[in-house]
């Protein structure tokens, strides 16, 4: 089973003088909106995360973490990533394994800090249900 969410043109960017009200970097987060894969009800296993994103030079550490009760908490998942610094324009993808079980799945991309420039294009989950990929 696999879904993907489109999520073109969107672009996460600070610059080095951003920083919150008391001084810090800036937290930016992207979710996806929930998905039970067409399959309302019924437990998935969640196994991989792909993210394929825009390659704009600029490295920027991503936190990939994952809700199972529509955006309420998150768990980190398996890995994180850090964005291509190449800066050739391509499209990257950035891949974080989990093992998770549930009937509904959200996403959140985040990075903290300031020169965040990250241009994600599209966020793909692959999940089992009854041991058959689906």
Known sequence: MVVSN???NIQLETDG???NY???????SIDTADT???LPGRNKLLTRIKVRYKDVGQATAITVTVSTDGGNTFTTSGNSFTTASIGDGGTK???SDIVLTAPIFRVRLAASGVGIDFSPQEIELQATLGGTTV
């Open 6 to 8: 489109a999520i073109l």
């Open 17 to 19: 003088n951003d920083v």
């Open 22 to 28: 008391d001084g810090n970097a800036i937290d930016v």
């Open 36 to 38: 039970d894969f067409g």
């Open 93 to 95: 993808e950035g891949i």
